[in-house]
């Protein structure tokens, strides 16, 4: 499967444990982006990776969230001290910046639900 | 943020054409418009995009008003796996690249 992959795809945690998401984009893709997706609601932009530089992250992205992505592949994403609110689908795309139309494939998404 | 409204859901009749307005009025010249759906617990997946032109691939139709102020995915004959959020999407540049802002989408339901 050459698709944009993501792991776990489900995760239980208690309010304030750490948790760590990963995504693996389909490899010619140089643009890895990470949106958050709540419970009837589109999914909304978080940050934006060129290879391992990170060019953008939303207001939504609090202090307790961090993205890498270090060696220009896949990408991490934690949230520290979790709380009920970050309860949600977080999404991983992933496009290839020489094409003209920049489509974005998604990945299945990690579910996160924080007790 | 969200730059499209949508009609919250829509029934069709399967074999029938499917009809999915969305409104972007806000919509900048150099913006394209996409459309993705997304089955239940699965990852948002393309169907099509444009600018000013109407467009057609092996999915769905797209008509594009001439202000650009609203556009159509038409679904030519809708099958029961059409079932999905449909969301109306318009892309924006920001710091080298496209974002996409989504809208809260329309759940279609493809009745037999």
């Known amino acids: 499967d050459t698709g944009v992959s993501q792991d776990p795809r489900h995760k239980i945690t208690k309010r304030g444990q750490n948790v760590t998401f990963r995504c693996d984009p389909i490899s010619e893709h140089n643009r890895l982006y990470w949106y958050r997706q709540t419970l009837g609601q589109g999914p909304e932009f978080l940050t934006y990776f060129q290879n391992e530089a990170q060019l953008e992250k939303s207001r939504l992205l609090s202090d307790r969230f961090s993205a890498e992505r270090p060696k220009g592949s896949f990408s991490t994403l934690e949230i520290q001290r979790t709380e009920q609110g970050d309860s949600a689908m977080y999404l991983c795309?992933?496009?290839?910046?020489?094409?003209?139309?920049?489509?974005?494939?998604f990945g299945p998404g990690t579910r996160l639900t924080v007790l | 943020d969200a730059k499209t409204t949508q009609p919250p859901s829509m029934d069709c009749a399967e074999g029938r054409a499917a009809n999915l307005p969305c409104n972007h009025s806000?919509?900048?010249?150099?913006?394209?418009v996409y459309w993705y759906r997304q089955i239940h617990s699965q990852g948002p997946q393309y169907i099509i995009h444009g600018l000013k032109n109407n467009e057609t691939n092996e999915m769905a139709s797209l008509i594009i008003t001439e202000d650009r102020k609203s556009s159509t995915l038409i679904l030519p004959h809708a099958t029961l796996r059409d079932t999905a959020v449909y969301y109306c999407?318009?892309?924006?540049?920001?710091?080298?690249?496209?974002?996409?802002?989504f809208g809260t989408g329309t759940r279609l339901k493809v009745l037999a």
């Open positions: 999407i318009v892309r924006v540049h920001s710091s080298g690249t496209y974002k996409y802002i």
């Open positions: 795309a992933s496009s290839q910046g020489t094409i003209p139309y920049n489509e974005q494939f």
């Open positions: 806000t919509i900048s010249g150099n913006e394209y």
